[in-house]
């Protein structure tokens, strides 16, 4: 724990255990009176436990409870709190809120407040407290007035769940922003029978409970591959918690100054005592000592260890020790909904993931939407791929443009129709924007990784989608926006160009738009495979240059996936004459290969790497100069063409 950045730590504070709703979900509740009260921390002990924190690199708080507004002193706790960070988040059932903390809310934060169905009648049934739902939109109404964003949180279960829908109705008519909560419940930390017994009868089921909180397939293969360790659960070393603990960033304290690295642990034998001891002496060396506290029994091994569904679970050991006092037991319920979940992923990866090839590169697309034999132009089957294959990039569909109102792009470094560039820490974020001045609308986003082999699109709506073939798997005007990106960290480049493959050799044709690139595709139609007649992607390979035939296509049709080894580049010349002449000056071909190098946003590290490239080729690569008319002749030159000796035909 001592080498974690200390940036990423964030704080999780529970203000409250005690609710004035006796929520049929909430397994905090105390009440108003309860002696716990007198345990709780003070507003100065609060106060130090923030700067301890904020001295360890903590910069982020979260605050809930309970309902945190229930303590006399939130507004002093939030306010301090928002002085000595750069964000938070505050999740509440919004029945407290008042004109004076409404202002307050309008700090920039995270806040969340719960709904808990679309009716005051539903609403005031699972809360049990009669008005709590007219209190709630009261809230609501402050938030507005004061001008303070907030989220919808939608808290779904059995007596609820028929009214859904209208839930997110209502959801809608009160925010932009809503979300749903967590769909399936854990039992009660205090462990009480009968509010137990009452929780499980509130579970959805399984099918409704992955209906609701649909894996996120895109997401899970991104994380496994960031931090393959990042899994709550270890199978090997014997310890629970051995691999769950090194990958967390924050600590949990509860109202009471009990603190651990989750905020589900209850267990007082994995709790440190603030009021004992520090933040720092908790995090550096308390929490690190949990690695081996808890051991892997015979029981886990035999049961969630050793399940072929535990990829698909989301069982974790503290859920276990609320449902049966120990923290390796399986839960039936959690094994059916597991069962839907690989259910649900089998038939989403049928329908909604493709693979494609080109130039030794693989596209994953996802789609939020099925994907069918129509979705993309035919010309993509020919690159149709059966799955990932070494090299993989990935890209994410959905149908709905992302709310940007307000939100920090970061530093643009590109602007000139269709596209507003942004670079945010490690994210490249892309907005498609009217090439009429003035007009705010966007027509597409992207937010791509640090090195674009990782992007989420987000299109303006389902239409164009499902009526008409996509002309590209981005869905951009072209994907050259993307894969000239990457290409220039894979030793390659696309270029303006014709290219075929002859007699096991890869010609290069190359000219802007006229020079003759879908001429001379025609002429040689019947002597070589045509790999593409108006754009080519060339890569050094350990075995040599190669080109790459692409689904960009001009004039002619004819492409292939195909690839040919590169034995010379000819910049195209109309004339009279029939002549093929090598250029010697590595200058002129270095001019001359850059006048044809398409190119996607530039940067200067894409630069530098491309323009070193070039310079490769044009030492590397035979190339000439070559004229041609349109009787055909050039063909026989072509065919048995001798880079030592070209020939002139009159």
Avoid at 335 to 343: P, Q, S
Avoid at 531 to 539: Q, S
Wanted: glycine share 6%; charged share 30%; proline share 5%.
């Amino acid at each position: 724990m001592r080498d974690l950045p200390r940036l990423l730590l964030a704080g999780s504070i529970d203000l409250t255990y005690r609710c004035n709703n006796n929520c049929r979900h909430c397994w905090l509740w105390r009440a108003p009176d309860a002696k716990e009260k007198k345990e709780e921390l003070s507003f100065a002990r609060i106060q130090r436990v923030v700067d301890e924190a904020r001295a360890l690199g903590c910069r982020h708080w979260s605050v809930s409870g309970g309902e945190p507004m229930l303590r006399p002193d939130f507004m002093d706790i939030l306010s301090y709190i928002i002085r000595n960070s750069s964000g938070y988040s505050l999740n509440t059932n919004g029945t407290l809120i008042t004109p004076k903390i409404a202002r307050l809310l309008k700090a920039k934060g995270d806040k969340k407040v719960a709904i808990y169905g679309a009716t005051a009648k539903v609403h005031d049934h699972i809360t049990r407290n009669a008005g709590s739902f007219e209190q709630t939109m009261r809230g609501f109404r402050y938030l507005k007035e004061a001008g303070a964003g907030f989220t919808v949180q939608i808290i779904p279960m059995k007596d609820n769940y028929r009214q859904f829908k209208n839930m997110v109705k209502l959801a809608e008519s009160l925010s932009p922003h809503w979300r749903i909560g967590a769909p399936w419940l854990f039992l009660s930390a205090c462990n009480d029978a009968r509010k137990n017994e009452e929780i499980r009868a509130q579970r959805l089921l399984p099918k409704d409970v992955i209906a609701l909180d649909q894996p996120d397939i895109s997401y899970e293969a991104w994380t496994k591959e960031q931090e393959p360790s990042a899994q709550c659960q270890q199978r090997d070393t014997g310890y629970l918690f051995s691999s769950c603990i090194p990958a967390r960033r924050e600590i949990h304290i509860d109202p009471y100054g009990q603190a651990s690295f989750c905020s589900f642990i209850k267990d007082p034998g994995l709790r440190y005592d603030l009021k004992k001891g520090s933040v720092r002496e908790c995090w550096d060396t308390f929490i690190p000592s949990l690695v081996k506290k808890i051991k892997v029994t015979e029981e886990y091994r035999k049961s969630c260890g050793s399940c072929d569904l535990r990829s698909d679970c989301r069982w974790c050991p503290v859920y276990s020790f609320f449902e049966y006092r120990r923290y390796t037991a399986k839960i039936p319920y959690l094994c059916a909904v597991a069962r839907e979940n690989k259910r649900f992923k089998q038939e989403w990866l049928r329908q909604r993931r493709r693979f494609y090839k080109i130039a030794d590169i693989t596209i994953q697309v996802d789609s939020d939407l099925p994907m069918t034999a129509r979705t993309f132009h035919k010309k993509f089957r020919q690159f149709e791929a059966a799955g990932p294959d070494g090299d993989t990039i990935s890209i994410r569909h959905h149908f709905e443009l992302p709310d940007l109102h307000d939100r920090d792009l970061g530093t643009e470094v590109y602007r000139k129709p269709p596209w507003a560039v942004y670079k945010k820490h490690d994210s490249w974020i892309y907005l498609g924007i009217s090439p009429i001045k003035g007009d705010p609308r966007l027509h597409q986003a992207a937010v791509f990784n640090a090195d674009h082999t990782r992007a989420r699109i987000y299109n303006d709506g389902e239409k164009h989608f499902l009526k008409n073939p996509a002309q590209s798997l981005t869905m951009f005007p072209t994907d050259q926006i993307l894969l000239a990106r990457i290409l220039a960290d894979r030793q390659g480049c696309y270029l303006h160009s014709c290219g075929v493959a002859m007699k096991g050799r890869g010609f290069m044709f190359c000219g802007h738009s006229s020079a003759g690139k879908s001429t001379m595709a025609r002429m040689l139609k019947k002597k070589a495979e045509i790999l593409c007649d108006d754009r080519i992607i060339v890569r050094k390979r350990p075995e040599g240059f190669r080109i790459y035939g692409t689904w960009s296509h001009g004039d002619v049709a004819d492409i292939s996936a195909s690839s040919a080894p590169l034995s010379a580049i000819f910049f195209l010349r109309k004339s009279s004459k029939n002549e093929i002449e090598r250029i010697t000056d590595t200058k002129t071909v270095t001019r001359h290969l850059l006048e044809v190098l398409i190119k996607p946003f530039v940067t200067v590290d894409w630069w530098e790497k491309t323009l070193g490239f070039i310079g490769t080729i044009a030492q590397e690569v035979p190339c000439y100069d070559l004229r041609f008319d349109k009787s055909g002749r050039i063909t026989e030159v072509l065919h048995d063409f001798n880079p030592g000796k070209p020939k002139t035909i009159r």
